[in-house]
């Protein structure tokens, strides 16, 4: 039993550093937003949409892998032991995800780039357990 809630807790904290860093982009973005002319992406119909855009794109392309860098760090703070092999491990996850996302309609591609850290870091998190080595017991 102890060994299952441990998991658990481990994939849940795994997916909350997930979510955190891509609340991160999501905020950066809007910060980002901030420092473009308005009069350049903002339009009479569609308000400053255009201007959110712009700083989403800024903001995935070097955004996406400052947060892969910063997963390892994140996820030993949330309690995820070993966090290296997780944070290394959900990598390959991201890129497919992005692959499969950049493929999707525009309400699919959004909701997998959001999620996609919330995807990736349980699943590695998983495979990092299934692929452990069992913890040796010193002799008697």
Same mark, same amino acid.
């Given at each position: ?6 998991g ?6 795994a997916?909350?550093?997930?979510l955190a860093? !891509?609340? #991160?982009? +999501?905020v950066a973005a809007? *910060? $980002?937003?901030r420092?473009?002319? %308005?009069?350049r992406y ?6 400053c949409?255009g ?11 070097a ?6 860098v910063?997963?390892?760090?994140l996820l ?7 966090a290296?092999?997780? !944070?290394? #491990?959900? +990598?390959?996850?991201?890129? *497919? $995800?992005w692959?499969?996302?950049? %493929?999707?309609p ?11 850290g919330?995807?990736?870091y ?9 692929f ?7 002799p008697p």
């Amino acid at each position: 039993m102890g060994d299952s809630t441990q998991g658990g807790r481990r994939l849940f904290a795994a997916g909350l550093a997930g979510l955190a860093l !891509a609340t #991160l982009l +999501v905020v950066a973005a809007f *910060v $980002t937003a901030r420092l473009y002319p %308005e009069d350049r992406y903002c339009g009479h119909y569609t308000g400053c949409l255009g201007q959110l855009a712009a700083a989403m794109q800024l903001v995935w392309d070097a955004g996406r892998w400052v947060a892969v860098v910063l997963a390892w760090p994140l996820l030993r703070c949330v309690g995820v032991r070993p966090a290296w092999p997780v !944070a290394l #491990l959900a +990598v390959p996850v991201l890129i *497919v $995800t992005w692959c499969v996302a950049l %493929e999707s309609p525009f309400v699919t591609r959004l909701a997998l780039l959001l999620c996609s850290g919330v995807i990736a870091y349980p699943v590695a998190a998983w495979l990092a357990t299934r692929f452990r080595p069992p913890r040796r017991r010193p002799p008697p």
